[in-house]
C-alpha cells in the first residue's frame, strides 16, 4: 500500500426498524473503487512509509506519468470482507503529533471526528499499529471495531496536550444536528470553552480573522464520497484560506463508504456551485485525503503562486484499508443519514431534491424512500412532518405513496400500470439511474391532470436549476426528458470518466484488490 505523509507543495439513523434489518444492511454494503498510480499534477516531496512502520523518503515526483500501483476496468466490484482491522488517520497518533508540538491549532470536525478510548493514557506512546504481531494485546486491539469509537478527537487531542485554540464547524454542526441548508452560528463549546466558529453560516471559508493565532488547521470529517456532499466543499475552502496565510493543513482520513464506485457525469464548470466545486464525477472513489492532494495538485484553489510554494499538506492515510471492505460509519455523518442503508442510497435518491419526489424527509426514513402524495411509487402510506432533522420537509403534513426500500435490492416499484412494461432493475447501489427514469414516467398521468388545469405540464422537475447542480451538467436531465436509456446515459459518461479515472491515479493513496 502507498502511505503518504507530508506533502511539501512547490508548485503547485431516522431509524432501521429492527436488529434483523440492520443484520440485512451490512451484508449488503461495502467499500470499493479503482486504484493505481501515474501522471501527477505536482512537483512534491513524498514521505512514506513501508509496512514496517518505518520512514523513507521517495523522489520528487514530477509532472510525468509513473506507475506506481494497478488500475482496475470494472466499474463496479463486489465487497468483500476482511478480518484485518484498519486504523483511521486520527488514531494514527505517532504520525502526526509531532506535527502539532508547540503549535497553535484548530479543529475542522464534527460529531464524526470519533477515535477508540484505546489510547487513552496520554504516556502510551506504543500505538497498536507499531506493536509485534506476536503482542496478544495489540492483535486484541486491531480487532477493535469501528462501533467502539467513541471519543471525540478534541478531546483526545486535549488529552494529549495539544494547543487546540479553536473549532471550525461545516454544514449540519460540531455536533451534526443540524438539518440541510440550515445556518450554523458560531458559538462556545460548553465542555472546554473554545470558541466554535461556523463554516456554514455568514461565511463557508474561514476569515482572517478565524484564522488569526493559528499555526495549524487539523481536518477530520467523515465523508460519503459523493460530490455534492458538501463537506468535499468545507475541505476546499480550508485549504484555500489557510495556504494563503501560510498555515499548514493535516487531514486526517477515514474509509469511504461508496468507495467501490466511479460513475456518474463529470460536473462542468459552469455548474459549479457548493455542491459541486470540482471537474470530478458524482462518485468519485475517493477519499477526503486522496481528494485534498487532487485538489492541490491539479491546482483548484483560488490563490497565487507563492501561496502554493509555501504550502503544506500532510494527510495520514488509514492503515490497511481496502476500498474493498465493507464499512460501517459508527455514527451518522448528517441527520438525514441515519444508518448503512441511506448511505448506500444517497447517491441516487439525493436528485430527488431537485424534483418534485420526496426521499424520506421529515418521516422515519429519510434516504430511505421515494414517495408522493398524488403519484404512487408504492403500496406503503408514510406520513411527512417537520422533524429536527428537516425543519421543512418536502410534502409537508401529507401521506406519501412510497416505495420504501426495506433492502438493497428491491426487484419493481409497486403500482406499476398492467398495461405498461413493468420496470425491473439491479439492485440500488452506486449511481442508478433506471430508478430516476422510472419516477419521471410516473408522473406522464399526473402531468396530464396538471396540465388540463391550466399549469404547466412539467411537474417531475420541480427545482431544475438545483437538479443540474447535483448533476454538475443539464444533461441528465434533457436525457431523462427525451427518453433516454440508462445505457445511453451511462454511454455518454464514459469519456470524461475515463480521463478522470487517468487524472486520479496520481492522488490515490490505497490499493484495490482485484
Known amino acids: 500500500m502507498k502511505v503518504l505523509t507530508p506533502v ?15 443484520a440485512v444492511l451490512s451484508l449488503v454494503l461495502a467499500s470499493l473503487s479503482l486504484n493505481g498510480c501515474a501522471q501527477t499534477g505536482l512537483s512534491t516531496h513524498v514521505y512514506t512509509s513501508d509496512t514496517d512502520g518505518n520512514a523513507k523518503h521517495s523522489a520528487s515526483i514530477e509532472k510525468k506519468s509513473t506507475s506506481i500501483g494497478k488500475q482496475s476496468t470494472l466499474e463496479d466490484k463486489q465487497p468483500v470482507s476482511s478480518t484485518k482491522q484498519f486504523t483511521i488517520g486520527a488514531e494514527r497518533y505517532s504520525k502526526y503529533l509531532p506535527l502539532l508540538a508547540g503549535k497553535r491549532v484548530s479543529l475542522v470536525v464534527n460529531q464524526s471526528a470519533l477515535v477508540s478510548t484505546r489510547n487513552a493514557s496520554p504516556s502510551n506512546t506504543i500505538e497498536p499499529e507499531e506493536a509485534e504481531s506476536s503482542n496478544n494485546l495489540a492483535i486484541q486491539l486491531n480487532t477493535l471495531k469501528a462501533s467502539q469509537r467513541n471519543q471525540h478527537l478534541l478531546d483526545a487531542l486535549l488529552q494529549r496536550s495539544v494547543n487546540v485554540v479553536s473549532i471550525m464547524s461545516p454544514e449540519h454542526g460540531f455536533r451534526g444536528d443540524k438539518g440541510a441548508g440550515e445556518k450554523v452560528d458560531s458559538n462556545i463549546d460548553a465542555k472546554t470553552g473554545l470558541p466554535i466558529h461556523s463554516l456554514y453560516g455568514a461565511t463557508k471559508k474561514p476569515t482572517p480573522d478565524m484564522l488569526n493565532g493559528i499555526d495549524v488547521i487539523v481536518f477530520d470529517i467523515q465523508d460519503v464520497g459523493v460530490r ?43 455548474f459549479s456551485s457548493f455542491i459541486g466545486m470540482h471537474p470530478i464525477p458524482v462518485l468519485h472513489g475517493m477519499t477526503l485525503g486522496e481528494l485534498a492532494q487532487m485538489i492541490v495538485g491539479e491546482q483548484w484553489l483560488d490563490i497565487d503562486a507563492s501561496s502554493y510554494n509555501n504550502a503544506k499538506l500532510t494527510v495520514v ?19 438525514n443519514l441515519p444508518n448503512d442503508l441511506s448511505i448506500l442510497l444517497y447517491p441516487t435518491l439525493c436528485f430527488f431534491e ?22 404512487k411509487f408504492g403500496k406503503t402510506q408514510v406520513p411527512v412532518n417537520a422533524n429536527n432533522a428537516a425543519p ?14 426495506t ?19 439491479s439492485p440500488i447501489s452506486g449511481l442508478d439511474i433506471a430508478t430516476l427514469i422510472d419516477a419521471y414516467s410516473r408522473f406522464s398521468e399526473y402531468n396530464k391532470v396538471i396540465s388540463a388545469s391550466g399549469d404547466s405540464e412539467e411537474t417531475f422537475f420541480s427545482r431544475p436549476d438545483f437538479f443540474d447542480k447535483l448533476a454538475g451538467t443539464d444533461a441528465l436531465r434533457f436525457q431523462i426528458q427525451t427518453g433516454k436509456t440508462p445505457a445511453e446515459i451511462r454511454q455518454s459518461w464514459q469519456k470524461n470518466l475515463n480521463k478522470f479515472r487517468e487524472k486520479r491515479k496520481a492522488y490515490l493513496l490505497y490499493e484495490d484488490t482485484d
Open 8 to 22: 511539501k507543495v512547490n508548485k503547485v439513523f431516522g431509524r432501521l426498524s429492527s436488529s434483523a434489518f440492520i
Open 228 to 270: 455534492f456532499y458538501t463537506y468535499l466543499s468545507t475541505l476546499h475552502y480550508v485549504m484555500e484560506a489557510a495556504f494563503a496565510r501560510d498555515i499548514d493543513v493535516i487531514v486526517l482520513d477515514r474509509p469511504n463508504p461508496n468507495g467501490r464506485y466511479v460513475d456518474g457525469p463529470v460536473l462542468q464548470p459552469e
Open 317 to 335: 492515510p488509514v492503515k490497511d484499508y481496502q476500498r474493498t471492505a465493507h464499512y460501517s460509519l459508527p455514527v451518522p455523518p448528517s441527520p
Open 354 to 375: 431537485g424534483t418534485d419526489v420526496s426521499i424520506g424527509r421529515g418521516t422515519d426514513f429519510p434516504f430511505q424512500l421515494i414517495g408522493h402524495p398524488l403519484v
Open 392 to 405: 421543512h420537509p418536502k410534502h409537508e403534513n401529507t401521506l406519501l405513496n412510497a416505495h420504501v426500500f
Open 407 to 425: 433492502n438493497a435490492n428491491p426487484v419493481i416499484l409497486e403500482g406499476s400500470d398492467s398495461k405498461q412494461t413493468i420496470h425491473s432493475y
